[in-house]
């Protein structure tokens, strides 16, 4: 039958390859746009948090992990890495086991850090589902967590407390608590607030058998406690935890630091075997390089004498001496050696190491102190006051002001600074004085002998110059100088202080003298060779010397210069001498309470100068030095020249009454009362009072120049009070005759003039100026509030700075490292040749400091522009319109320096 017309026929036939290939890809693209629509439609419904279905709670924790979570993680982790590298441990503490830098460090990682916090708020804001006091999104919790991290490793602690705080309250019945718990302790323990530090332990570690409480939490807690009692520097109490760090720790790097703490602690003990024991596992560990060389270090500084052969321990610090890697190292290592050899018994290998040790000193600061220290006790130990000056000068220098017994130190150095240069005064000033009583033939002669000396060390200065280079130096093998005699007083005994320079010289090398190297003048050394010239002419002392040649060294003038020839310049030298000498005693007795010395020197002085003005206190200080030895003879002696010669003086006082000087301070003491008492009632307004009091302490202690002026000062003004203008008057007048140099006489001449210039009473007083001393009192037109408002301040030189180009390099700066700080920058004349640029606002002092101690260090704002031009400063918003009215930018600077740089 054959079809119809109108009806439809279906064929059957096989597709060609083509026409299948085509048709599956229609379907594949019919598929997802169905797909496509069905997740669209779910996103739809699942996008909302308003809801609590599975599908939502899916969707935004995917989302909130792999969209915003893992960003901000892994830029946290780059942060705390980066942190790693830049932190630099001081090895000569005790280690904490944790870390975290310098608040600059901590600054440089803002922009990681700022980023986490952001990547945390956005999960936060957009994917929390928090239903009947449950949350929901698994990453929404730990985005809180990050958040803290991230402000802890800012250093911005009072966030990160708020922070942590808030996820061991708010997750109270979830494991993450106690992440928040232990990063809370963290936090206290970085802030110093202890208790609480130790209440939050107290509470983790009565926690600790709840099956709820993670396991890694209690893994890391031993590490927190320990560092808790670290930073409190109770070594004994954080010994157990650091022991339990090694049973359950599991991070190789945080294993060998427990390890070198644990050895630090042993070998502070005294411990030393067990100290050896420790160092030895971190070197054995491959610890990184810094701590494996201060391991070797410290394992050398082990070395227990009574059990053990230095030998070893020495032949291998002296082969990490000559390795290259070691350069910038040999001045640990030659203080290694040193303290060895100390052990050993060989004082004096060991100075010729500490020596060492600070001359290869270049960037450790606390080792070149320490070494310096060392060297210096020793030397002053025997007595050797001159290279114990040098190296207590060169420790103040470097040592940080919490270094224990700082003061102690320093003004240590500071006696003996004055100790030398009025030692190096006697000598130099002694020199000359033989000098000039030298003739012609032996003066040049000398001299030439000096120059020829000079001309020689200058060639060998410039051969060493030439060799060049580092190299590790034997100690051992040096020589001695078979010539110095000892038990002579140091600075008289030539050979003793010509041998000092020239070790000094080998240690030090050639400096220039200057405050901090005050080695003797080679003039000095001139002397020592006198006995050698033969006698020729008389000295003409206006022999013609080129003036140009009177600083060269190699020229007679440069040795003429000096020399007393004139009869003035002699009687100034012996002048010189004497003063020099009454206090070189004094130091001697009083600050180091060297007898020997003070008595060689008393003795020496009234040989001299046997009716100098200082006899008195001399012969009192060589009566005390013979009576505390026993000497009865000659303290009797002393004391007869004194009681003969000054019965009425106070010396002569307390030798025959000891209490004399006791009743003195009780006297002055009653005296103090006796003003204080006038001064309250002066206060007061109680005038007739201060009057009585005044006349009855004038009566009784008119010979006390401290209280009499001002007890007098009171009176007057109180009589001024009470009585006619004409009183006052002659009251100030009569003060200032008996007490010209009193501190009140300032006072009382400004009133005189007043009186007499407004009220026509007596005559003005010549040579003061009212306006000169009334300034001096002027307050600060600043006021201090460190919790207010405040601004970082930039004081630029238009002049010389263009100001758009620095705002945009400071927005730049801001957004990099304080990008979610919300401050703006302004800039504003201040007159035709100033600029001042503003960033703020900052809530508090605190935060303004935060962001100008980053700024000030930052090389990319102030590339190019000289310190001159630009001056960082933060100002509080209140004091911020005075300067501006004022236009006083040196006045502000001081201000700025005294309440804001110094604290910095």
Request: net charge negative; glycine share 4%; hydrophobic share 35%.
């Amino acid at each position: 039958m054959q079809p119809q017309s109108g009806d439809y026929v279906i064929i059957f036939r096989k597709l060609s390859y083509k026409e299948n290939i085509y048709l599956k890809k229609l379907q594949l693209h019919i598929l997802l746009v169905i797909l496509t629509m069905i997740i669209v439609m779910v996103s739809v419904s699942s996008c909302s948090t308003k809801k609590n279905t599975w599908s939502r709670r899916a969707y935004h924790n995917m989302t909130c992990h792999y969209n915003v979570f893992w960003n901000g993680k892994n830029s946290l982790y780059d942060g705390a890495e980066a942190l790693t590298q830049k932190v630099i441990d001081n090895y000569k503490v005790v280690l904490r086991v944790y870390n975290y830098g310098t608040l600059q460090e901590a600054q440089s990682l803002n922009s990681q850090m700022d980023r986490a916090i952001k990547k945390a708020s956005i999960g936060i804001q957009r994917h929390s589902m928090y239903f009947n006091g449950k949350e929901y999104i698994k990453w929404v919790k730990v985005s809180y967590l990050m958040m803290g991290e991230a402000h802890f490793y800012k250093q911005d602690y009072t966030s990160a407390r708020r922070v942590f705080d808030y996820v061991s309250k708010q997750y109270s019945d979830d494991p993450i608590q106690y992440e928040g718990y232990l990063w809370l302790a963290k936090t206290y323990i970085e802030t110093e607030r202890f208790e609480k530090a130790e209440a939050v332990i107290n509470f983790m570690q009565s926690k600790k058998d709840e099956n709820k409480f993670p396991g890694s939490i209690e893994k890391e807690l031993p590490f927190v406690i320990a560092d808790f009692y670290l930073a409190q520097e109770k070594y004994n109490e954080a010994y157990p935890y650091l022991e339990r760090c090694l049973e359950v720790g599991n991070k190789r790097d945080i294993i060998t630091r427990v390890y070198f703490i644990l050895g630090q602690i042993n070998q502070m003990d005294n411990d030393l075997e067990t100290a050896s024991y420790y160092y030895k596992k971190v070197i054995n560990r491959n610890a990184e390089y810094r701590m494996a060389f201060e391991a070797k270090m410290n394992l050398a500084k082990s070395y227990d004498e009574n059990t053990g052969d230095s030998k070893a321990i020495i032949k291998t610090l002296q082969k990490m001496a000559r390795e290259y890697k070691n350069r910038d190292f040999l001045d640990q290592i030659y203080f290694a050696l040193g303290e060895i050899s100390m052990k050993d018994g060989n004082k004096e290998t060991a100075i010729d190491y500490y020596a060492k040790s600070v001359q290869f000193s270049a960037t450790n600061n606390y080792q070149k102190s320490e070494s310096a220290l060392t060297l210096a006790d020793l030397y002053f130990d025997d007595n050797k006051y001159e290279l114990a000056e040098a190296y207590y000068d060169t420790a103040v220098s470097f040592l940080p002001q919490d270094y224990p017994d700082y003061e102690t130190i320093k003004n240590k150095a500071s006696v003996l600074t004055d100790l030398v240069q009025l030692a190096s005064t006697v000598k130099l000033q002694d020199s000359l004085l033989y000098l000039a009583s030298l003739d012609t033939t032996k003066l040049y002669a000398l001299i030439d002998k000096v120059i020829q000396q000079e001309i020689a060390a200058r060639e060998k200065e410039a051969e060493l110059a030439d060799e060049g280079g580092v190299q590790f130096v034997d100690v051992g093998q040096r020589s001695r100088n078979p010539n110095v005699q000892t038990g002579k007083w140091y600075f008289y005994n030539t050979a003793a202080l010509s041998y000092g320079y020239s070790e000094f010289i080998k240690k030090w090398g050639n400096r220039k003298l200057e405050d901090n190297w005050r080695l003797s003048d080679k003039r000095l050394v001139m002397q020592s060779y006198g006995d050698d010239l033969a006698e020729g002419d008389d000295l003409n002392p206006d022999d013609s010397v080129a003036m140009d040649q009177s600083n060269n060294p190699e020229n007679r003038a440069y040795y003429l210069k000096d020399i007393p020839f004139e009869e003035e310049q002699k009687k100034a030298a012996h002048e010189l001498i004497i003063k020099s000498y009454k206090q070189l005693g004094f130091l001697y007795l009083e600050d180091l309470r060297d007898t020997t010395n003070a008595l060689e020197t008393y003795l020496s002085f009234q040989e001299k100068y046997p009716d100098n003005q200082f006899r008195l206190e001399s012969w009192y200080a060589l009566y005390k030095i013979y009576n505390e030895r026993g000497n009865q003879e000659q303290a009797s002696y002393y004391k007869s020249l004194i009681l003969s010669n000054y019965a009425d003086s106070d010396y002569a006082k307390v030798i025959t009454d000891p209490e004399y000087f006791n009743k003195i301070g009780e006297d002055k003491q009653r005296a103090l009362q006796l003003y204080e008492k006038t001064y309250k009632a002066f206060t007061r307004e109680q005038y007739f009072r201060v009057i009585t009091y005044a006349n009855n302490g004038l009566e009784e202690f008119s010979e006390d120049t401290a209280i009499a002026p001002r007890l007098m000062y009171l009176r007057a003004i109180s009589l001024g009070k009470v009585d006619v203008p004409d009183t006052l008057y002659a009251s100030l007048k009569e003060l200032i005759t008996l007490h010209p140099a009193s501190p009140v006489v300032p006072m009382a001449k400004s009133i005189l003039n007043t009186l007499s210039t407004e009220y026509g009473v007596g005559e003005p007083v010549a040579g003061f100026n009212n306006q000169a001393d009334s300034t001096q009192a002027i307050p600060s037109i600043y006021t201090y509030d460190e919790n207010s408002m405040h601004l970082v301040l930039l004081i630029v030189n238009s002049k010389n700075v263009e100001i758009d180009p620095l705002k945009v390099r400071l927005s730049d700066f801001k957004k990099k490292s304080f990008s979610l700080l919300n401050v703006r920058i302004k800039s504003l004349m201040l007159d035709n040749k100033t600029t001042l640029i503003t960033i703020g606002n900052f809530g508090n002092k605190r935060e303004a400091g935060k962001f100008y101690s980053a700024l000030s260090s930052d090389e990319y704002v102030f590339s190019g522009l000289s310190p001159d031009d630009v001056a960082v400063t933060t100002i509080s918003v209140g004091n911020y319109p005075v300067f501006y009215k004022e236009k006083d930018v040196e006045g502000y600077l001081r201000f700025f320096k005294k309440y804001y740089e110094n604290e910095k």
